[in-house]
């Protein structure tokens, strides 16, 4: 046994179905590790298929070419370093979640997932089955034990693990990104590594697919709990960690350790990550959007501007009537201020056409929310022809207080294929807008400075579809709305505990009531970047049609 041992860990962005560009990231890993002198090169969990598959690892054309590309990758990387990899693997009919370990060209080994999530985002239990808890691998170093993912989330897996024999611990993840996620992560990490006084290596995927966005942040803690390693959260990083044999067993040499940021900068990260992203695993170039002279707008413009680069960025002005000067010159003062180009396409004329096709059904009706929709809709259908016609993914622009409560217009400003604040509450637009405003990252490909006016950020939200109208008349204000949200949609709290807060309960049964029925509207929305644990989708799965109500 040696006395010193060099594992390379690969916190790298692969693409869902991309077998054989994922495995390319792997075999570069793996280069990577045997120039610098690795014994091993680790990638995280799933990594050959990508993650989340959801039902496409059902299908076994899928799980017969991912197995064939390890066993490919095997035989690639036969001399040099073990690589571990994540990918899925058949035992019979039983399919697993498998962590392989591949050397001098063939799979000297397999672990199986015992603890498959089955909540949130996660239907692991659905799609694979449970795997026998394992011993450790054998290395020319420790022997490694590797509880995968949600095995690390409970004592059993790691202490099977340690008991047989594992003086490491390797943890391949697949975690997807919410608030704050990062302290709750160490803090299990550290009740393993407390319990088994062994070194712990939590690695972590990154990227963003569809909805959900992994955020990396890869660490290494040594027995006691104390922090050695500390990788960058949203970055690509490639990283080594030295374990040395002594006297009170196998401890790591001390690495560097990144700055982890605070919550605003990790969610605008997130964003824009998942923007990025999409489109460049869609194939997707340029994107456009309604840029209406609101924050909401602004703040969607600026995510795409740091995404994708102002110049594949085109907004779209589209005045009615309604529209006021201040709008239109603080929509120009924003595209300006990020370098993105500006259109102008006026609405008038195609709404009064419109008014006039309908004229004869709706004569002697009073005007209501139908002519108001009719704007939005006119709004929508320009701006995806626009997109038909240039190949631009249109992006929508909703809030999260707005898509809860169906403050917003079905094939109209909901038209879009992404919609990057879509688990952002207004609120937390504000302050996400002052946020950009005052710092700049070289993540960033848009302008620093102030992109979104103090103007546009403290101005009265007004969706401007009839004269001097405010988000207000219709709701309350969003620091209100915004609380009584996050009690009924985040919390999962009762009517009464809303008033217990000090709601008013009129106020509260209102918005509970917005929200149950508005849930077609979210049914039919774009996908847009999960930054909490009750994101509209796959964490909050409500039905359509629904007829209870909380009486409490």
């Not at 302008?447 to 403290?458: F, H």
Request: charged content about 25%.
């Amino acid at each position: 046994m040696t006395y010193t041992y060099r594992i390379t860990i690969a916190q790298l962005n692969p693409t869902v179905g991309d077998l054989s560009g994922n495995a390319e990231l792997a075999f570069g890993a793996w280069e990577q590790g045997k120039a610098a002198g690795a014994d091993l090169v680790a990638l995280p969990e799933m990594f050959i298929t990508g993650y989340q598959t959801q039902d496409m690892i059902r299908r076994s054309g899928f799980i017969l070419a991912a197995v064939a590309e390890i066993e490919a990758l095997a035989r690639r990387c036969a001399d040099g370093p073990t690589l571990a990899i994540g990918g899925p693997a058949l035992d019979g009919v039983r399919l697993h979640n498998s962590y392989y370990m591949l050397k001098g060209g063939a799979i000297i080994g397999r672990a199986d997932k015992h603890f498959l999530p089955n909540f949130n985002v996660f239907d692991e239990v659905r799609l694979f089955n449970r795997g026998e808890i394992q011993g450790p691998f054998a290395t020319t170093g420790p022997r490694i034990g590797t509880p995968i993912c949600e095995d690390a989330w409970y004592p059993d897996v790691a202490e099977a693990q340690v008991e047989s024999g594992a003086e490491v611990l390797l943890v391949p993840n697949g975690s997807p990104y919410f608030r704050d996620k990062f302290e709750v992560r160490l803090n299990n990490m550290v009740a393993r590594v407390v319990e088994n006084d062994v070194p712990l290596i939590y690695l972590n995927l990154l990227g963003a697919q569809d909805d959900q966005v992994f955020d990396g942040g890869s660490f290494v803690l040594n027995p006691g709990g104390q922090l050695a390693m500390q990788l960058p959260v949203f970055e690509d990083a490639i990283a080594h960690v030295d374990l040395e044999r002594t006297d009170d067993g196998w401890r790591v040499v001390d690495g560097a350790k990144a700055h982890l940021p605070e919550s605003l900068e990790q969610d605008y990260h997130a964003m824009v990550l998942s923007l990025r992203d999409y489109c460049r695993k869609t194939g997707f170039k340029k994107v456009l959007l309604g840029l209406s002279g609101g924050v909401d707008s602004a703040i969607v413009a600026t995510i795409a501007a740091d995404a994708l680069g102002p110049d594949n960025v085109r907004c779209v002005m589209l005045p009615s009537e309604y529209t006021s000067q201040a709008s239109l010159d603080d929509a120009a003062a924003c595209a300006h201020a990020l370098g993105c180009k500006l259109d102008t396409v006026s609405i008038k004329e195609p709404v009064r056409a419109v008014d006039q096709a309908l004229a004869h059904l709706f004569d002697g009706l009073d005007a209501d929310l139908t002519e108001e929709n009719i704007q939005s809709r006119l709004r929508g259908l320009l701006l995806m022809a626009q997109s038909n016609k240039f190949g631009e993914m249109l992006l929508t622009t909703g809030n999260k207080s707005e898509v809860a409560v169906g403050y917003a217009t079905i094939y109209g400003d909901m038209s879009g294929g992404y919609n990057p604040i879509k688990d952002l509450y207004k609120t937390r637009v504000f302050d996400i807008c002052r946020w950009r405003n005052a710092n700049h990252r070289p993540w960033m490909m848009a302008p620093a400075g102030e992109v979104i006016s103090v103007a546009i950020i403290d101005k009265p939200p007004s969706a401007e579809l009839r004269p001097d109208q405010k988000d207000e008349d219709s709701l309350p204000p969003y620091p209100v709305l915004d609380d009584i949200l996050f009690r009924l949609v985040d919390e999962e709290q009762s009517v009464a505990d809303c008033v217990a807060a000090g709601h008013d309960r009129a106020v509260v049964k209102k918005i509970e009531h917005l929200i149950y029925i508005s849930e077609y509207k979210r049914f039919q929305s774009a996908p847009g970047t999960r930054l909490s644990k009750r994101a509209f989708w796959l964490d909050r799965r409500y039905p359509i049609v629904n007829r209870w109500r909380d009486n409490s």
